[in-house]
Nanobody, 115 residues
Framework: QVQLVESGGGLVQPGGSLGLSCTASGIIFGLYTMGWYRQTPGKQRELVATITSGGRTNYADSVKGRFTVSATNVRNTVYLQMNNLKPEDTAVYYC?????????WGQGTQVTVSS
């Protein structure tokens, strides 16, 4: 079974940048969507950005123009570059892999935007 391991995250000041990466434990074959979701206490997990195996990207309106999602050619790592971070971006960020009905989540990594 594929496992997702996230890295990156941490504390950054408003206006700063941060990068997240997520690596799957093996090569992902077939059609898939990988991406990032985030969650704050008391709220539902929400989509941040995703990328399909065909390279199509999708972003939440709140991060468009600031965040960039990308994936490696070997199809096992997805990145999230976050620029111009705002305090409201503070959350636990989760990596996500969807292959048909199979959904896999990473363990989550904390991103805190604060001065």
């Amino acid at each position: 079974q594929v496992q997702l391991v996230e890295s990156g995250g941490g504390l950054v000041q408003p206006g700063g940048s941060l990068g997240l990466s997520c690596t799957a434990s093996g090569i992902i074959f077939g059609l898939y969507t990988m991406g990032w979701y985030r969650q704050t206490p008391g709220k539902q997990r929400e989509l941040v950005a995703t990328i399909t195996s065909g390279g199509r990207t999708n972003y939440a309106d709140s991060v468009k123009g600031r965040f960039t999602v990308s994936a490696t050619n070997v199809r096992n790592t997805v990145y999230l570059q976050m620029n111009n971070l705002k305090p409201e971006d503070t959350a636990v960020y989760y990596c996500n892999l969807e292959r048909g009905a199979i959904i896999t989540w990473g363990q989550g990594t904390q991103v805190t935007v604060s001065s």
